[in-house]
């Protein structure tokens, strides 16, 4: 990419940090070929504070529109949600969900990740994963994170297909294609009326 004046590059900067948050400012200062520090200070002049609280915002921002499921039911940190169309999740694999022996995820937690986002997506007060075709691509080790990204494909009535990707960095753990259905309350579900 060519070096931009310092304007330019605040401009665009601001543009960049305003469609992904989650940028670091290490990565900001290799994508315009400035120093971390000077990332930092246009940061500081346009008032844009440092990832963690930009996460942070966004996190709670993100939270706060939850319908199909509670805070704790999902599995993971939510980082973005716009419901019936795009979330995001990441899950650090810690002592307690690994496999003693091979300090590898065990795959419910990577597919309650999955799932709860899945079901997340759906806008209805319930939602219920109807089926799921998917797949486990590469072992996710002690310490790595989860980044888990969920696309609405399609929405028929109450009934929705959802693609859900893992990746740790930038290799993909796990992909599958859900479909689920959403439902307006309890009794719905049971008499299977529709939101
Ligand atoms: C999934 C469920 C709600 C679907 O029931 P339903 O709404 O009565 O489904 P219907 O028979 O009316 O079928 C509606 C459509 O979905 C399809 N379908 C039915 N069950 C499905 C399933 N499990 N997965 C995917 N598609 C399904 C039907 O083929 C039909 O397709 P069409 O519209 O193209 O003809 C029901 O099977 C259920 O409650 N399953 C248990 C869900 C659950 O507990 N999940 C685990 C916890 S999240």
Redesign the pocket.
Known sequence: MARYSKEERRRILEDALAKNPFFTDEELSERFKVSVSTIRLDRGEMGIPELRERTRAVAQEAYSRLKSLDDQELIGELLELVIGERACSKLSIDESMVLSKAQVARGHYLFAQA?SLA?ALVDAKI?????VDMKFLRPVHLGEVSVARGTVLKR????YWVEISAKVGAEEVLHGNW???G?KDVEG?KK?E?E
């Open positions: 799932n079901i939602a219920l994963t109807g089926s028929k009535k109450n009934k479909i689920l259905f439902f579900a299977k529709m």
